[in-house]
């Protein structure tokens, strides 16, 4: 959608990108905490430490979606115009950052001895990663046996970057690649998360936070499409039947 933009609207795009990176990565650093408390409300400053890890994608993509509606209203651009044009970008990145978490040995699932299973050393990951059924299988191992979900996660995100590349020239109207984002991200994620050792939850439960977020993106993204495409169905009946009643008064007038 950049072509669709003016030349002030695309420097625009620039500046908005610096805002939504700062934003996304404080959106994503308090979303964990907050749904980590425990771990921080006996030691504030750890709160800034964010090279111990600690940032959560979910956190990140609220806060750029504010950033980004609260610089549409400056601009007074489109905001799901903008939204559109940002996906991929936003999807780029998630397909790049899990390999950071590859090289940081963290966001695995359960013990599996599939053909993509993997092998981590035990005193290199954090102990609150490892589960049970993983240390039964160790066998006296100095290493235990992974579900690479990251890899999961970026496979995932690359094939919904495709999608959406190839779709983005046919798209029915603004916002229709948010949708898509929200729903295709939302259903992948919630089936990852189930794999997930290293999960947040809601206060004293044991629901996933963004097993339910991606299951709530992904039934408004359907919903919200489905109801959409009802809408401009019928503005095209109606405007088709209002032509075929021109031509038929034309008809008239001229006979």
């Given amino acids: 959608d950049l072509h669709s ?23 994503a650093r308090l979303y964990y905490v907050i749904f980590s408390w425990d771990s921080y409300k006996d030691d504030l400053l750890g709160i800034l430490a964010i090279r111990n ?45 899990r390999w950071g978490n590859f090289t940081n040995r963290e966001v695995f699932g359960e013990y599996t001895d599939g053909l993509l299973a993997m092998r981590l050393p035990i005193e290199m990951v954090r102990s609150s990663d490892v589960s049970d059924l993983m240390i ?18 970026s496979l995932w995100n690359l094939g919904l970057l495709i999608i ?19 729903g295709g991200y939302g259903i992948g994620r919630a089936w990852i998360e189930h794999v997930r050792t290293d999960r947040l939850f809601f206060a004293n439960t044991k629901i996933p936070i963004s097993m339910m977020i991606g299951l709530c993106c992904f039934v408004f993204a359907a919903v919200a499409e489905v109801v959409t495409r009802v809408k401009l169905s019928k503005v095209a009946v109606g405007g088709t039947e209002a032509v075929v009643e021109q031509e038929k008064e034309a008809d008239k007038e001229s006979g």
């Fill in 53 to 97: 890890g600690g940032l959560a994608i979910y956190g990140g993509v609220i806060a750029g979606f504010a950033t980004i509606y609260i610089f549409s209203r400056v601009k007074k651009c489109k905001f799901l115009k903008l939204t559109d044009t940002v996906m991929p970008g936003l999807l780029l990145g998630q397909v790049m950052g």
């Fill in 136 to 153: 039964e299988h160790m066998n006296g191992a100095n290493y235990i046996q992974v579900s690479p979900t990251f890899l999961y996660e």
């Fill in 164 to 182: 959406i590349l190839l779709y983005t020239k046919h798209k029915k109207f603004d916002g229709e690649i948010t949708l898509m984002y929200l």
């Fill in 5 to 27: 933009f003016p030349t002030r609207r695309s420097s625009d795009l620039a500046i908005l990108a610096v805002y939504v990176i700062i934003f996304s990565i404080i959106g």
